[in-house]
């Protein structure tokens, strides 16, 4: 593979991450206000969150496998905390997701339990939620120079980019700017 078609390749994938990370971040907003969405749909949105989830962690399984291989190599290293706080997360999303689903009124299980078994599990459910939630922000701050970065690009492109460049290149060279831009 030549370099230019590696470095498109790269570009590519960092458009799909930064697009799919947007939208995990507003499903999790949105699954947070159950009460403005309605169960029904807080429900489906729960579901999209796992699916979209699931994928987050496949475009990320090198990173996954390469720090699992060397995290007992070394011991205090920034990836090295941003595991431990990937893997909780992990584990508290695990909780959050399986609980809805236990305590789930419209997907057709609505599985039978005691009331005080049901309360049990949406305390279970309420609370992980707020620990995502954390969590989240953690993780988001983490990643806060990659999401400026990537939001200048992919979000916030000038419209003027060109004209710009054009107007700049007329402060020091004046005339020959002009003359290159009616040649243009
Ligand atoms: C609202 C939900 C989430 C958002 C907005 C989010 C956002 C991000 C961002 C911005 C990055 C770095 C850029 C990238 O390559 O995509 C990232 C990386 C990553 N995320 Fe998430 N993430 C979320 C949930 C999770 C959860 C629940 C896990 C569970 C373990 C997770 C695991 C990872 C991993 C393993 C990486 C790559 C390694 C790293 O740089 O930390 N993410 N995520
Ligand atoms: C993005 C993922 C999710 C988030 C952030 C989330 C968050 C929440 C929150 C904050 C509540 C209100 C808890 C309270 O104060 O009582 C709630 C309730 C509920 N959630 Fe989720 N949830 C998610 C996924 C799911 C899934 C996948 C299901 C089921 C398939 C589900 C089913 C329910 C149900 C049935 C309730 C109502 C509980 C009750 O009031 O008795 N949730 N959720």
């Not at 169960?39 to 390469?66: N, T």
């Not at 997907?107 to 707020?130: C, E, I, K, N, R």
């Given at each position: 593979?030549?370099?230019?078609?590696?470095?498109?390749?790269?570009h590519?994938r960092?458009?799909?991450?930064?697009?799919?990370d947007?939208?995990?971040?507003?499903?999790?907003?949105?699954?947070?206000?159950?009460?403005?969405?309605?169960?029904?749909?807080?429900?489906?949105?729960?579901?999209?969150?796992?699916?979209?989830l699931?994928v987050?962690?496949?475009?990320?399984?090198?990173?996954?496998?390469?720090?699992?291989?060397?995290?007992?190599?070394?011991?205090?290293?920034?990836?090295?905390v941003?595991?431990?706080?990937?893997?909780?997360?992990?584990?508290?999303?695990?909780?959050?997701?399986?609980?809805?689903?236990?305590?789930?009124?419209?997907?057709?299980?609505?599985?039978?339990?005691?009331?005080?078994?049901?309360?049990?599990?949406?305390?279970?459910?309420?609370?992980?939620?707020?620990?995502?939630?954390?969590?989240?922000?953690?993780?988001?701050?983490?990643?806060?120079?990659?999401?400026?970065?990537?939001?200048?690009?992919?979000?916030?492109?000038?419209?003027?980019?060109?004209?710009?460049?054009?107007?700049?290149?007329?402060?020091?060279?004046?005339r020959?700017?002009?003359?290159?831009?009616?040649?243009?």
């Amino acid at each position: 593979m030549t370099q230019k078609s590696k470095k498109t390749k790269r570009h590519n994938r960092t458009k799909i991450n930064f697009a799919l990370d947007i939208v995990l971040a507003l499903i999790f907003v949105f699954g947070m206000e159950v009460y403005f969405t309605g169960i029904p749909l807080h429900e489906l949105l729960g579901l999209f969150f796992a699916v979209g989830l699931i994928v987050h962690l496949l475009l990320h399984w090198d990173w996954i496998v390469a720090l699992t291989r060397t995290f007992f190599k070394k011991l205090l290293h920034q990836s090295r905390v941003n595991y431990v706080l990937n893997a909780a997360l992990l584990i508290v999303v695990v909780a959050m997701t399986l609980s809805g689903i236990v305590i789930s009124q419209t997907l057709g299980l609505s599985l039978p339990m005691a009331d005080s078994t049901y309360l049990t599990w949406s305390t279970v459910h309420a609370l992980s939620a707020q620990l995502v939630l954390v969590l989240v922000a953690l993780h988001i701050a983490m990643h806060w120079r990659w999401i400026v970065t990537n939001s200048k690009k992919y979000l916030f492109i000038r419209p003027n980019t060109r004209q710009q460049q054009v107007s700049s290149k007329q402060t020091p060279f004046g005339r020959r700017a002009i003359r290159e831009q009616a040649h243009e």
